[in-house]
């Protein structure tokens, strides 16, 4: 039987999806595509129709994710207290405690960094896109003189995001997010002020 093209693209979608939770969850590398297909309720054989390698599902998944978080990122109210919601929200025990439902970066990063340089384009496509929108809201007359240091802010909650997942003590890791959104608000204020 022949699908027409929609359900074609929207097979595709939900194997995109379904791959960005299970691999926040279990890794890149933990993340087979028979496990990767099973998780979209579909078998090996279909993934070629979809996508040329894992790489290029992986590629795939990881901007797809990460502008789905860009996407979230419209939700919240304009301008700075915007931004202060989404750090407060990023650096929740919430988020901690469920990777496979958060962002991308705190549960890819270093698997990221040693994939193909396309998949890396793609990662770092998606994340300047996030960036950009964060650093207009932050300086709206020169979005582009607040980039780098909204990228560090971005850096500040990945960072603190995962040494808090690491972390066997509950207490210390919810000190170290505690700590992690006063050091980001304060970068934060230094941006606006300079």
């Known amino acids: 039987m022949r699908y027409g093209k929609e359900h074609k ?3 595709r979608q939900r194997i995109i999806e379904a791959a960005g939770r299970r691999l926040k ?7 087979g595509v028979a496990t990767l297909m099973a998780d979209a309720g579909l078998t090996n054989g279909a993934f070629y129709a979809h996508f040329a390698s894992k ?5 795939t998944a990881v901007a797809d994710q990460v502008r789905t978080q860009y996407e979230g990122l419209q939700a919240v109210a ?4 915007g931004v202060e919601q989404l750090v407060r929200a990023y650096l929740s025990a919430e988020h901690r405690d469920n990777p496979e439902d958060g962002c991308p ?3 890819l990063l270093d698997e990221i960094g040693r994939c193909s340089d396309a998949t ?4 770092t496509d998606a994340v300047l896109a996030f960036i950009d929108d964060i650093a207009s809201r932050l300086a709206p007359r020169d979005p582009q003189s607040a980039r780098a240091k909204t990228l560090s802010i971005y850096a500040l909650l990945v960072g603190t995001l995962q040494l808090s997942r690491a972390l066997a003590d509950r207490r210390l ?5 505690e700590q992690g959104i006063h050091n980001a608000l304060a970068a934060l204020d230094a941006i606006q002020q300079g």
């Open 173 to 177: 890791a919810d000190e170290v997010l």
């Open 78 to 81: 304009p301008g700075r207290a």
């Open 120 to 123: 890396k384009q793609a990662y």
């Open 55 to 59: 790489e290029d599902l992986v590629a």
């Open 9 to 11: 693209e929207a097979t």
């Open 25 to 31: 969850r279990d890794g890149i590398d933990g993340s």
């Open 105 to 107: 970066s705190a549960a």
